[in-house]
């Protein structure tokens, strides 16, 4: 639970950078390097308490997405408008479902 809030935020940070001071997240910045292994190493941690294993997959899977555009724009291969979408929805996916998986405990039927 503790992991998956801590990616909420980190999430609510790569789109409040997308939008708001994209300085953060520009090229030439390990930044967004940095935010996609922590996410990484949150979604692997966070598989051990999930109530369904779909959510860590799915932030594992965005982890990988993000340090793949870290990758391209230290090659200078993404365009400042591919920046901002990959950013802004990395980081709305990643903590809309980390907080979905911190609140979801199902109730089973006796």
Not at 1 to 14: D, K, R
């Amino acid at each position: 639970m503790v992991a998956n809030l801590i990616n909420t935020l980190i999430g609510l940070v790569m789109v409040y950078a997308s939008v708001l001071d994209p300085r953060l997240v520009a090229p030439g910045t390990a930044t967004l390097f940095f935010l996609g292994v922590v996410i990484l190493a949150l979604s692997t941690w966070a598989r051990v308490t999930d109530s369904a294993s779909w959510f860590s997959h799915t932030n594992l899977v965005v982890g990988v997405g993000v340090l793949a555009l870290a990758g391209l724009q230290q090659m200078s291969l993404t365009e400042p408008l591919m920046d901002f979408w990959g950013v802004f929805w990395c980081g709305l996916i990643v903590s809309v479902v980390a907080f979905w998986a911190a609140l979801y405990r199902p109730v089973y039927a006796r």
